[in-house]
């Protein structure tokens, strides 16, 4: 065991490795563990943050959801209530409609009587003339006796 | 060579450093250029490592260093209550140094020699941690880093104060002097005969299970198992010791 030169030596060689790792070694390395200390908290507290508006859109959706059943019920409701309406409106034109159908139908079928009434007495007058005819052909002049045939036709 | 073969010849050859020079100006080559590779070769990577350390998902080294590092790191933040920036590199220094240093005592004794032997070299201790003049060229650098740190701290005059005046106050101030400089003197001598004690000691258990012959063999594996454990908790110490001088030097008594 003789102390010599050798110490000076090895204090050289200690200063330069101190030198090393405080310039080189322990810089880099802390940063690096610090900048990873700092992603993890960041990402732990983005994933609560993330949890929290996950809960948040959960209650929104299921509020949405709620007042969307409540609108489509009444929108249902509205709509019953005007198909209702509908089929009274439709039952009250329809029945004016039929009334209008029968009032015209009445009406025509009295023309018609009329017409064919009117019709029928001309053809009796003739038939009654054409029978006059007949009987008094040589007797009774048509224009002679025009006068009455008309009064004739007049009262039938 | 073949006239050594005798157990003292054996233990001395083991135990002689290949020198250069003479007198105090006598270089130990093997104790600098050992500890100096291992510590180019550890630090070196460490810096690569670092220098490309993300901050994302570590690598296999970068974790294993970043792990290795942060276990000092977390040792001098419960100790060391400072501002300074040079006690972490510090104590990883030491700590990283000393345990690769030691950990040259877990290759067999005569592996390194015989090798360096058949390339011409006739001597050659293996593990640095053996020679003093590495440990107390560390405990020095320490003990000078503490002075320094309790002038910068304290200043010059509450250095001067804190020396004569504790433990028993300014009227005894010759005594609490003397205590003071027996205390600091005491330091780096403690710390560098704890490290050169215990890896000398192993080492030289590792030379007397060689010289065993055959029944090395189940002895020296047993002995390597305990002395991962020496070789790390003396590195851990001498880190600690360290880190625990310089919290005492920037804390004012």
């Known amino acids: ?45 983005a994933g609560e943050r993330g949890q929290q508006n996950l809960e948040l859109a959960a209650r929104r959706s299921a509020e949405t959801l709620r007042e969307a ?4 019920a009444e929108v249902v409701a509205q709509a019953e209530r005007r198909g209702q309406h509908l089929i009274e409106e439709a039952k009250i034109a329809a029945r004016v409609e039929a009334d209008k159908v029968v009032a015209g139908a009445k ?20 038939l009654a003339v054409a029978g006059a005819e007949k009987i008094l052909r040589r007797e009774v002049d048509a224009s002679v006796h025009a006068d009455m045939l008309t009064t004739l036709k007049q009262e039938l | 060579m073949s006239s050594e073969l005798t157990t003292t010849g054996y233990i001395q050859h083991h135990l002689t450093n290949l020198t250069v020079g003479s007198g105090f100006w006598t270089w130990h080559l ?79 004794v005569d592996f390194l020699p015989i090798t360096a032997g ?29 002075i320094w740190m309790n002038f910068k701290v304290k200043g010059f005059g509450g250095f001067m104060h804190e020396v004569f005046s504790v433990p028993f106050g300014l009227k005894l101030a010759p005594i609490n002097f003397l205590f ?28 007397l299970i060689a010289l065993l012959g055959v029944w090395q063999l189940p002895l020296a594996l047993p002995w390597a198992l305990f002395h991962i454990l ?11 010791l360290t880190v625990v001088y310089m919290s005492m030097a920037s804390e004012s008594h």
């Open chain 2, 180 to 207: 003071r400089v027996i205390e600091d003197i005491a330091k780096p001598i403690s710390l560098a005969l704890r490290l050169f004690g215990n890896m000398y000691a192993g080492e030289m258990v590792f030379i």
């Open chain 1, 1 to 45: 065991m003789n102390i010599n030169a050798t110490l000076i030596g090895q204090a050289i060689w200690f200063a330069v490795f101190i030198w090393i790792t405080m310039k080189f070694v322990w810089p880099p390395l802390q940063k690096a563990m610090a900048d990873r200390q700092q992603q993890i908290a960041d990402g732990l507290a």
């Open chain 2, 230 to 240: 020496i070789i790390t908790l003396q590195a851990f110490v001498f880190m600690m």
């Open chain 2, 30 to 108: 093997d104790t600098l250029i050992v500890s100096g590779l291992l510590g180019l070769i550890v630090f070196g990577g460490m810096a690569l490592v670092a220098r490309r350390a993300t901050s994302g998902l570590p690598s296999g080294w970068q974790n294993f260093i970043e792990m290795a590092v942060s276990l000092v790191d977390k040792q001098v933040k419960d100790t060391y209550h400072g501002k300074s920036e040079l006690v972490t590199p510090l104590a990883i220094t030491i700590f990283i140094w000393v345990f690769v240093m030691n950990a040259m005592d877990l290759i067999p």
């Open chain 2, 118 to 146: 058949a390339a011409g070299v006739h001597y050659l201790k293996v593990v640095p941690t053996t020679d003093p003049n590495l440990t107390f060229a560390m405990s020095l650098s320490v003990f000078c880093i503490m």
């Open chain 1, 69 to 72: 059943k409540e609108k489509s």
């Open chain 1, 107 to 126: 009406a025509e079928i009295e023309q018609e009587v009329q017409k064919a009434r009117q019709v029928l007495r001309d053809r009796v007058a003739e």
